[in-house]
């Protein structure tokens, strides 16, 4: 993995941190699976203060783009897997409100497939 800082740019480092890898794991060039350094390490290669590179880990996990695995380590994330995971949780989110709502399985996927036509533009 490399990684380089830009002095000079406007964006603040745990943005380029975050952006680079972002990129990279889009690319291909970090493939799924692949382990991240540990912030302190990342850190220092760069040297930046842990608590930059950290922020930017932050962001790339709620991006879904990498995963921590506790010990393990941080990982490169199967995108679909993250885009999958958060799918399901607003498909179950919707069920139960609609089932609040007093709507039958029925009403609830026309419901749905209205606002899918709507959003796929069909």
């Known amino acids: ?14 943005e380029q941190v975050r952006a680079r ?11 799924v699976g692949y382990r991240l350094p ?4 990342l850190a220092e290669s760069l040297g930046l ?14 991006d879904g783009v990498i995963e921590t695995r506790g010990r393990h ?14 799918l399901a949780l607003a498909a179950q989110a919707y069920a139960e409100r609609a089932r609040r709502l007093g709507q039958g399985e029925d009403a609830a996927l026309a419901a749905v497939r209205d606002a899918l ?3 796929y533009g069909e």
Do not use: H
């Open 117 to 119: 036509r709507a959003a």
């Open 21 to 31: 890898i972002s990129e990279q794991a889009r690319s291909g060039e970090l493939p």
């Open 38 to 41: 540990t912030v302190r390490g």
């Open 49 to 62: 203060a842990a608590n930059t590179v950290a922020k930017a880990y932050r962001a790339l996990e709620a």
């Open 73 to 86: 380590g941080t990982f490169v994330a199967a995108a679909g897997s993250a885009a999958d995971r958060e």
């Open 1 to 14: 993995m490399t990684l380089k800082i830009d002095i000079d740019d406007s964006a603040p480092p745990y």
